[in-house]
């Protein structure tokens, strides 16, 4: 195999090194084990309903293919805690390993796809959402990663069932909704395999429903999250953190919903009415751009929910070198987003102000939107020739052009 050959022409040295970045991932995460947050309060206590009652039950508010991973986490020994948070890490590997795989459509050779996902497993919020936050972000965002590499490599059916996949783990899959907006209308992908994103979507219900779920309110489950669903803030580092009032919430929210939605339409306009090149880079220029954009524009995002523009952009940068420092301006600004959460009980200081965090993911908006457009024009529209009105035939044009004295007598 062509893989075994290759592996064999790289020296111990190199592989000794690989082994042990690897294995650092591994024990940061272990690192983690112990910390147990509110979040995992509650997959707690689904855990222990789930045992009592089966997947036939209501449990929680989150759509049953998680309920699948805790039922997968019940058959390994251990404490509660550690087997939860076991089955969450495991989709980092996932998420690494399709960073891999993006990066090395852009790079002949393993050296640099290999440096992008080990830079992916390292990037601190990677580390903390599932291994110490007890969060799930890295699922969805795995798939929607997944989503947007088989956009990229043109396999159509699979980036629908990877979006879909996605969107049956968390709706905040919806920021890569975008991309599949301007990839039907672009003919990236056939109208005809959107089929498969209903399909995909129910085939991950079907267990729950068969142990006797009721259907209405498995699929209506996403419809029965919003915890407050008057709140315009929460610990994302969004437009909200700039409006301190109480008053016209509902309409703030609307707006929100409202711009989110012209943005990604005015957008797509754009690229299809200019008929500019949508190659790689731009294809993941707009992915990084409306995972950064649209949760900036939607209340009550949660710090993590930036969790896909963390890694998009990092996968950016590799595409696009001099973009090195995008990456970093978002992941500041997510990371400072988490600690309020991670250590609310603890004795620090204060934190960074949140306006401040809005502001480093707005500059981000505005280098991928002009990443995004460079070399974007709209091309000059030939006047309609019946507008012209033809030249008098009795008429010397070059005669009438030139100011001519009059003879006097």
């Known amino acids: 195999m062509s893989w075994v050959r290759r592996a064999r022409t790289v020296p111990p040295a190199e592989w000794l090194l690989l082994a042990g970045l690897v294995g650092l991932a591994v024990v940061i995460r272990y690192a983690c084990r112990s910390y147990w947050t509110t979040d995992l309060d509650v997959f707690g206590e689904w855990y222990d309903q789930l045992q009592r009652e089966g997947l036939k039950s209501p449990v929680g508010n989150y759509n049953a293919p998680f309920l699948y991973l805790l039922e997968i986490a019940s058959w390994f020994p251990g404490a509660t805690l550690m087997k939860i948070k076991l089955v969450l890490v495991a989709f980092d590997v996932v998420l690494v390993y399709y960073?891999?795989?993006?990066?090395?459509?852009?790079?002949?050779?393993?050296?640099?796809?290999?440096?992008a996902a080990l830079v992916a497993a390292f990037m601190p919020t990677v580390v903390l959402n599932a291994s110490l936050y007890g969060q799930c972000d890295s699922i969805w965002g795995a798939f929607c990663v997944a989503a947007l590499y088989y956009v990229l490599k043109g396999n159509d059916w699979a980036a629908v069932a990877m979006a879909a996949t996605a969107w049956a783990f968390k709706p905040q899959a919806v920021f890569i909704a975008p991309i599949f907006l301007l990839a039907v209308l672009a003919g990236r992908v056939r109208w005809r395999t959107l089929i498969a994103f209903p399909l995909v979507y129910l085939a991950w219900d079907v267990p729950a429903l068969i142990a006797g779920r009721d259907a209405i309110e498995l699929l209506t489950i996403y419809s029965h999250q919003l915890d407050d669903p008057s709140a315009l803030r929460r610990g994302g580092p969004t437009v909200y953190q700039y409006l301190h009032v109480n008053v016209a919430l509902g309409v703030l929210r609307n707006l929100g919903y409202l711009f989110a939605a012209a943005l990604t339409l005015g957008v797509t306009y754009v690229l299809i009415a200019t008929k500019v090149e949508l190659d790689r880079v731009r294809w993941l220029t707009a992915g990084a751009f409306f995972a950064i954009a649209i949760p900036w524009l939607l209340p009550a995002m949660h710090e993590r929910y930036f969790f896909l523009a963390d890694v998009l952009t990092l996968i950016?940068?590799?595409?696009?070198?001099?973009?090195?420092?995008?990456?970093?301006?978002?992941?500041?600004?997510?990371?400072?987003?988490?600690?309020?959460f991670l250590f609310s009980k603890a004795p620090v200081g204060p934190m960074i102000d949140r306006r401040l965090l809005a502001t480093l993911m707005l500059g981000a908006i505005l280098i991928t939107g002009y990443r995004l457009f460079s070399g974007v024009t709209f091309t000059t529209e030939t006047p309609d020739e019946d507008v012209n009105f033809p030249p008098d035939e009795d008429v010397n044009l070059a005669a009438t052009d030139t100011p001519q004295l009059s003879e006097r007598a």
């Open 316 to 340: 950016l940068a590799f595409y696009v070198p001099r973009l090195w420092y995008l990456p970093l301006i978002v992941q500041a600004s997510s990371f400072f987003s988490y600690l309020p």
């Open 99 to 115: 960073v891999f795989r993006t990066v090395a459509l852009k790079w002949d050779g393993w050296r640099i796809p290999a440096m």
